[in-house]
């Protein structure tokens, strides 16, 4: 993945009913590599880190870039939401030349089913149609993450196209700019 590119970063936090989207910080750092390490969150993106692993390369301040947003329930992250460039090399494409945004999730599994990921991705969408007026927003799930399908649709997102990458099938969908979010 490639960064968003020239844009003003960090925002200001991000507040929506329940949360705040902001820049990382070190506190953060042992969350990250809980996330990362869960096996239920890696099931449907090539499984698990291994902590030991995770523990010599997750920087103190993980995440810090434009397009990385720490999902923060009362004072402790909860997911991540990233929006980066998709690189032209991966299948799956609405403009000539790829780049496309995209956008990518995950979640703490004690914060899955209350709808943070909707209301996060919501206000996340919301910022960068302010940020980049008019371009389209692309996500990549495997058709086998029901949920996470059901919540690109929720999100506004339709099916472009579905294909086999990472040794699974793929759902691939576009979100455009004129679309409000859930």
Do not use: H
């Not at 949360?19 to 449907?44: F, H, K, Q």
């Not at 880190?49 to 923060?72: H, K, Q, W």
């Not at 996470?148 to 699974?168: D, N, W, Y």
């Amino acid at each position: 993945m490639r960064e968003l590119g020239p844009v003003a970063w960090p925002p200001a936090p991000i507040r929506t009913e329940r949360l705040v989207l902001r820049e990382p910080e070190a506190r953060d750092r042992a969350a990250v590599i809980e996330l990362l390490a869960s096996p239920e969150v890696g099931t449907y993106i090539g499984g698990a880190r291994p902590r030991d692993e995770l523990e010599r390369t997750v920087p103190e301040v993980p995440g810090r870039r434009p397009g990385f947003f720490v999902v923060d329930l009362d004072g402790a992250l909860i997911g991540t939401i990233t929006l980066d460039r998709r690189d032209a090399e991966r299948p799956g494409r609405v403009l000539p030349g790829a780049g496309e945004a995209e956008l990518g999730y995950l979640f703490l599994p004690e914060a899955w089913g209350f709808g943070y990921a909707a209301e996060a991705c919501a206000a996340a969408l919301d910022w960068f149609t302010g940020a980049f007026p008019g371009e389209p927003v692309v996500l990549c799930t495997q058709t086998a993450n029901s949920r996470s399908v059901r919540l690109a649709e929720k999100l506004g997102f339709t099916e472009v196209e579905r294909f086999e990458e990472f040794g699974a099938e793929q759902w691939f969908g576009v979100r455009s700019s004129d679309v409000p979010s859930a």
